[in-house]
């Protein structure tokens, strides 16, 4: 069984910073493509930030120079540092994890296999 676990989401305000975590456990295909999404009320899930398995990052055009991914050697722990934050990241932040080798992704939901419960993240204007 895969469990992923977000944390670090909190409420702060505009212009602030914010890192998140998310830990993995029993979590084997450690090579695999893992991202972050979010999701605000009343609207869509959209990816934000991803690493594939050739350690490419991508991100979406909102966050990109403000987010950035990482991940620790073993990829067990997943990390989003979220710089100059804006009401508009405010929502539910979900960790993903895809389970197959030589992993490429667009960012879309359906290319992963495994997901956190989420971690909330609210920013005031």
């Known amino acids: 069984q895969v469990d992923l676990v977000e944390s670090g989401g909190a409420s702060v305000q505009a212009g602030g910073s914010l890192k998140i975590t998310c830990k993995g456990f029993?979590?084997?295909?450690?090579?695999?493509?893992m991202g972050w999404f979010r999701q605000a009320p009343g609207q869509e899930r959209e990816g934000v930030a991803h690493?594939?398995?050739?350690?490419?990052?991508s991100y979406a055009d909102s966050v990109r120079g403000r987010f950035f991914i990482s991940s620790d050697n073993a990829k067990d722990t997943l990390f989003l540092q979220m710089n100059n934050l804006k009401p508009e990241d405010t929502g539910v932040y979900y960790c993903?994890?895809?389970?197959?080798?030589?992993?490429?992704?667009?960012?879309?939901?359906?290319?992963?296999?495994?997901w956190g419960q989420g971690t909330q993240v609210t920013v005031s204007a």
């Open positions: 993903a994890a895809a389970d197959r080798s030589g992993c490429r992704t667009r960012g879309l939901s359906y290319e992963y296999d495994y």
């Open positions: 029993g979590y084997a295909n450690k090579r695999s493509c």
């Open positions: 690493i594939d398995s050739f350690a490419f990052k």
